[in-house]
């Protein structure tokens, strides 16, 4: 098993999240509704993964071409398909980027684990994902 330290635990994550949703101006944000587009949006980065499992799985392919910037446009396009409209950046701006920046970072700092040639049954959570300390690859 790989371990990488890729982020800080996501509790950390989903406080700094809640500073943003909960000590912003009532009259700037809707908290529900950012809420509920944070959500949404962590939904959709987490399909990108669960999507892809089986690629990166496939231990003939070195580069998967699953990059930042990569799974960053296809969270952008699952979030589309999910709320029937494209992320609103204009409200909530802080915390909706906090979340893509983090998902990038996660991304870009497991490239060599997920690109790993010759090694099949990768079970990729990163950091994004789940409630542990390190991203995985198994």
Known sequence: MHIIST????WILTAIMGVFVFFTPAK?????RLSN?????????RAV???KQK???DASIGNKGLTASEVIKRTHANFKKATGAALDMETGQEAKQAMLTSVGTVMD???ELINEKAKGSKVFYPR???DKSQASLM
């Open 49 to 51: 993964i669960s999507d």
């Open 128 to 130: 994004f994902l789940r």
């Open 7 to 10: 982020q800080l635990p996501v």
């Open 55 to 57: 690629h990166i799985n």
């Open 28 to 32: 700037a944000v809707d908290k529900d």
């Open 109 to 111: 700092e497991a490239q």
């Open 37 to 45: 587009e944070l959500t949404t949006l962590y939904r959709s980065a």
